[in-house]
Nanobody
């Protein structure tokens, strides 16, 4: 089992930025593709971003392309989500997830076997 703990959420005004972190422990971090999802009140959980094992392949949901950047540092077993130009529609609980893949990345929630508890991001207008 791998444990995932998100941090960095908070309250920010529209147009501002936040950087989320997800620290992993329990298994070899480099063996996992990683992803970020979010869930707003009254809505389903949506895909945000994904990254492969070495960080050279990334994929983003349409709503965040050009604004968010996913990255990872395997030396410290951490994946990041840099969020710029935040808008009120970005308000959600953000979840980090890990997929036990030998290669590639995943964009479907069903492909991820491990999830963090989430961190709240609130964007005010």
């Amino acid at each position: 089992q791998v444990q995932l703990v998100e941090s960095g959420g908070g309250l920010v005004q529209a147009g501002g930025s936040l950087r989320l972190s997800c620290a992993a422990s329990g298994r070899t971090f480099s063996g996992y593709a990683m992803g970020w999802f979010r869930q707003a009140p009254g809505k389903e959980r949506d895909f945000v971003a994904a990254i492969n094992w070495n960080g050279y392949s990334t994929y983003y949901g349409d709503s965040v392309k050009g604004r968010f950047t996913i990255s990872r540092d395997n030396a410290v077993s951490t994946v990041f989500l840099q969020m710029n130009s935040l808008q009120p529609d970005d308000t959600a609980v953000y979840y980090c997830a890990a997929a036990d893949l030998r290669r590639g990345l995943a964009i479907r929630s069903s492909e991820y076997g491990y999830w963090g508890q989430g961190t709240q991001v609130t964007v005010s207008s």
